[in-house]
C-alpha cells in the first residue's frame, strides 16, 4: 500500500468519517479516495476545490493574515472539512473530508485532520 494510501487511511480511521480523498485544487479532480463516500462525493469534493479557488482569489497575494488554511461546510447531517496542502503557489492539494456531523465534535475534527494532513504529501 503507498504511503498517499496509509495517510489517508489513516484520516479515514478518525471517528465520523465517511470519506477522504486528496483533490487537485486547480481542476476539482480526485487524486485518491478512501473510505465508503455517498453518492455524490465527487461533485462535492469538486465544489470544495471551487470555493478554495475563489477564496484565494478573494483574499488576493500577499494579504494580511496569510493564505487559506481550511474551509468547512456544516450541515444538519455532515461535516465536510477541506484542509489546502500547498504544493506551488496558486495551485496545490485539498484534503477533502467528508464527516456524520452527529458522530464528531467539529472544533476536534478539525484538529484531528489539521495534524493528519502534513502526512498526507510525505
Known sequence: MSSLADSLGQ???LQGVRAAALIDIETGTVV???GA???GFPAAAASMA???RLARAALGPGEPGGDLDEIALVTDGQLHLSKILP???GGGLL???D???NQVNMG???LQVRQLAPAVLA
Open 99 to 101: 464527516l456524520d456531523r
Open 108 to 110: 476536534l475534527a478539525s
Open 32 to 34: 485518491r479516495s478512501v
Open 50 to 52: 471551487d470555493e478554495a
Open 87 to 89: 504544493t506551488r503557489p
Open 11 to 13: 484520516v479515514a480511521a
Open 95 to 97: 484534503l477533502f473530508v
Open 37 to 39: 463516500p455517498r453518492s
